[in-house]
């Protein structure tokens, strides 16, 4: 994108807000990983920079892991502007509901959203770090050593019957395109 698409304004605001206002709501602390934590600042929310650098988004997880004070971590991507306050809702009850449950993350046709899902922080930080020790890079390498219960296509598609809350900007094209969907659907 040629700059940090996080800032980049859609529909009046910085992207990074649009999420947070999707999500924010969902509980009393809310956290940004980034590595360059200047551009943040003016959000007042504490910022993290990875624990373990240049391990991409899994590196990026675990920090948000490690930095999050409560059991249970909501973990949304800066680039997703549809966002589900109501997925994530159901992903935590459902860890709430099942103990013996890591991590709850919604399945696509296209594959996972780990960047859109609810982990057990006591159980996911040290099988998280376990995965960069061993210099796996994928956000599902460690999935092996937990719980994971996927939330079904099907499920999700109660929700979201658009399909839209797991798209995410990575051109400009697609920023543009996301941003007419919103302003149709006003949300």
């Known amino acids: 994108m040629g700059e940090d698409k ?3 304004p859609f529909m009046g605001k910085p992207l990074i807000e649009r999420v947070l206002d999707r999500v924010r709501h969902l509980g009393d602390e809310t956290i940004i990983t980034t590595n360059h934590p ?5 959000l007042d929310l504490p910022l993290f920079p990875d624990v373990i650098p240049n391990r991409g988004a899994l590196g990026g997880l675990y ?3 490690k ?9 949304v991507a800066c680039d ?3 966002a589900n306050a109501n997925i994530l809702k159901l992903a935590y009850r459902m860890l709430k509901e099942h103990p013996d449950t890591d991590a709850v993350i ?4 296209h594959g996972l959203e780990p960047l859109h899902a609810v982990y057990r922080r006591t159980t996911c930080l040290p099988a998280v770090k376990a995965a960069i020790k061993a210099d796996k890079w ?7 050593d937990v719980s994971v219960h996927i939330l079904p296509p099907e499920e999700i598609s109660q ?17 543009r395109q996301a941003e007419k969907m919103a302003q149709e659907l006003d949300q």
């Open 63 to 65: 920090t948000a892991l």
């Open 138 to 144: 994928r956000l599902i390498s460690w999935h092996g």
């Open 38 to 42: 200047a551009g943040y600042r003016y």
């Open 6 to 8: 996080a800032l980049m």
């Open 159 to 175: 929700i979201d019957p658009r399909g839209i809350t797991f798209q995410n900007i990575n051109t400009p094209e697609a920023f």
């Open 80 to 82: 997703m502007p549809f």
């Open 67 to 75: 930095a999050a004070k409560h059991p249970f971590v909501a973990v």
């Open 106 to 109: 919604p399945g696509t046709e």
